[in-house]
Nanobody, 119 residues
Framework: QLVESGGGLVQPGGSLRLSCAASASIFTFNPMGWYRQAPGKQRESVAT???????TYADSAKGRFTISRDNAKNTFYLQMNSLKPEDTALYFC???????????????WGQGTQVTVSS
C-alpha cells in the first residue's frame, strides 16, 4: 500500500515536497516513481528510480524536480522546485515489486495528491 502526502496550493515559483509512504520495505521496489495527471490529459511519468538508483525524469521535470528515497522510513519523495501553473495535476506514486511466491510483479499505486500551482 502506498500513501501520498504533501500536495497543496502553491504560487508559481514555489516548492513542494511530495512523500509516498509504503506499508512495507521499499528496498526491493524496482522501479518506484511519480506520475501525474492533469484534467483532460493522459497520465504521464514525472520521475522514476530503479532499485539500483538509476533515475529518469520527464523533460518537463529536469532541473526542477528531484526524486529520492529513504529506505529506513519506507518512504520516497518528489521535491518540486520552481513550480509552474502547468505542473498542476493529481500526482500519484507507484512502485513495482517482485513477488517470488507468485513468480510475477506486483504493481502498487497511491490514491493521488493534488498539486495546484496558481497565483
Amino acid at each position: 500500500q502506498l500513501v501520498e502526502s504533501g500536495g497543496g496550493l502553491v504560487q508559481p515559483g514555489g516548492s513542494l515536497r511530495l512523500s509516498c509512504a509504503a506499508s512495507a520495505s521499499i528496498f526491493t521496489f524496482n522501479p518506484m516513481g511519480w506520475y501525474r495527471q492533469a484534467p483532460g490529459k493522459q497520465r504521464e511519468s514525472v520521475a522514476t528510480m530503479t532499485q539500483g538508483g538509476s533515475i529518469t525524469y520527464a523533460d518537463s521535470a529536469k532541473g526542477r524536480f528531484t526524486i529520492s528515497r529513504d529506505n529506513a522510513k519506507n518512504t520516497f519523495y518528489l521535491q518540486m522546485n520552481s513550480l509552474k501553473p502547468e505542473d498542476t495535476a493529481l500526482y500519484f506514486c507507484t512502485a513495482r515489486q517482485w513477488d517470488s511466491n507468485r513468480g510475477s510483479w506486483n504493481e502498487y499505486w497511491g490514491q493521488g495528491t493534488q498539486v495546484t500551482v496558481s497565483s
